[in-house]
Each structure stands twice: as C-alpha cells, then as structure tokens.
C-alpha cells in the first residue's frame, strides 16, 4: 500500500537518517499526482518550525516518487504513548510542541486538515512534529468538506459531519487539537466504542 512503504536511509552529506516515503507509485493518475505536487508546494513553506517534520525533497525513481523527510525514531504519537514511558511531564512537552506547530502553520495561513495522533511523529530527541500534509492546503484555497476514514472522523469538528457546504477553517483545527490532547491525557483512542 502507498504512503506505508517507508524507508530509513542514513544521508552521509549531512550525518543523519532521513525517511524515504513511496508517494506515487507507477500507475497512479494526473490528478493524483497533482495532489501529491501541491503537498510539496506546501512541504517548502514549512521550513523554520522545530515542530514540523523536517521536508528534504522529492526524488523519483522511474515512476515511482519518494518523499524525503527527517526519520522519526520513535513512531507517531499513538506508537509512542502504547510502547515507551509517558509521563506528565512528557504529555505536557508533546502538547506544547503540537501547539506551537499548529500556530506556526496558522501564521504562515497553511491548515494541515488531518490532526490526528498518526500524523505527530516523535523525533529521537522526543520531540513531537506535525507530519503528513497531504490534506493541507492554504487558508486561500477552497476547503470543503473531504472523504474522511473512520480514524479521521474522530478529530473531526461536529459541524463538519454531513455537511457539504460547510468551509473546514481554523476553528475546526482547533476541534481537533482538542481532542488529540484529550487522548495525550487518557492514552486511549477517541470514541474507540464507537467504530460505526
């Protein structure tokens, strides 16, 4: 499946490991790649917040393209909190990353459109950083309702369920953000009962 095929490769120029991400894989469509392409436009505003995963580049081989990113050693967010140690202290530094992210996407009027604890990736240093910006777009830009999974809607702003007409916006983030730092607290999936 695409967008699960990660690799980790050690770049020597620059002394550290880097992820290489399978973002179209030969076969896929214009527009498809066109989304893909947007993402990127997006990806190289990004640069200057310590709390957004590090964009290096898109490289292709044949007709496959990789996305290049700085490695996330331990995992996203809901890997981390399952398998290592997460106190208060570590709760209320991933919280503050994940905000401090969210306000610079704000400032530079980019919304990421898919907060979720699969797209906070922890860095080896433990730091949490705002990853996947393949739903994002640009304050600018129409962004109305989406096809969402089931894990989406769970940090889904009320308003924007059933609701064709409704423009996703900052306040909808912000929903979101709240519910993810509802399960930084609990460490439990939101509306896990509720899988229909």
Same mark, same amino acid.
């Given at each position: 499946?695409?967008?699960?095929?990660?690799?980790?490769?050690?770049?020597?120029?620059?002394?550290? @490991? =880097?992820?290489?991400?399978?973002?179209?894989?030969?076969?896929? #469509?214009?527009?498809? +790649?066109? #989304? =893909?392409?947007? @993402?990127? $436009?997006?990806?190289? &505003?990004?640069?200057?917040?310590?709390?957004?995963? &590090?964009?290096?580049?898109? $490289?292709?081989?044949?007709?496959?393209?990789?996305?290049?990113?700085?490695?996330?050693?331990?995992?996203?967010?809901?890997?981390?909190?399952?398998?290592?140690? %997460?106190? =208060?202290?570590?709760?209320? +530094?991933?919280?503050?990353?994940?905000?401090?992210?969210?306000? %610079?996407?704000?400032?530079?009027?980019?919304?990421?459109?898919?907060?979720?604890?699969?797209?906070?990736?922890?860095?080896?240093?433990?730091?949490? +950083?705002?990853?996947?910006?393949?739903?994002?777009? $640009?304050?600018?830009?129409? $962004?109305?309702? @989406?096809?969402?999974?089931?894990?989406? =809607?769970?940090?889904?702003?009320?308003?924007?369920?059933?609701? &064709?007409?409704?423009?996703?916006?900052t306040k909808c983030e912000v929903?979101? %953000?709240g519910i993810l730092l509802w399960?930084?607290?609990?460490? +439990?999936?939101?509306y896990e009962k509720h899988n229909?």
């Amino acid at each position: 499946m695409r967008g699960n095929k990660i690799g980790r490769w050690f770049d020597k120029k620059n002394r550290n @490991q =880097v992820a290489f991400k399978t973002v179209v894989e030969e076969g896929d #469509n214009d527009d498809y +790649k066109n #989304n =893909v392409r947007n @993402q990127v $436009t997006i990806l190289k &505003r990004l640069k200057g917040c310590d709390y957004i995963l &590090r964009f290096y580049g898109l $490289t292709c081989d044949g007709e496959k393209w990789y996305l290049i990113t700085e490695w996330a050693e331990f995992g996203n967010l809901r890997e981390y909190y399952n398998n290592y140690d %997460f106190n =208060v202290e570590k709760k209320l +530094k991933f919280a503050v990353d994940i905000a401090r992210g969210l306000n %610079f996407l704000r400032s530079i009027e980019i919304i990421h459109r898919d907060i979720r604890a699969e797209n906070i990736l922890i860095t080896d240093h433990e730091t949490a +950083k705002i990853a996947n910006f393949k739903s994002s777009r $640009t304050l600018a830009q129409e $962004t109305r309702k @989406q096809s969402a999974t089931l894990e989406a =809607v769970r940090y889904l702003a009320p308003e924007m369920l059933g609701q &064709r007409t409704v423009k996703y916006d900052t306040k909808c983030e912000v929903y979101s %953000f709240g519910i993810l730092l509802w399960e930084i607290a609990e460490q +439990k999936i939101p509306y896990e009962k509720h899988n229909d």
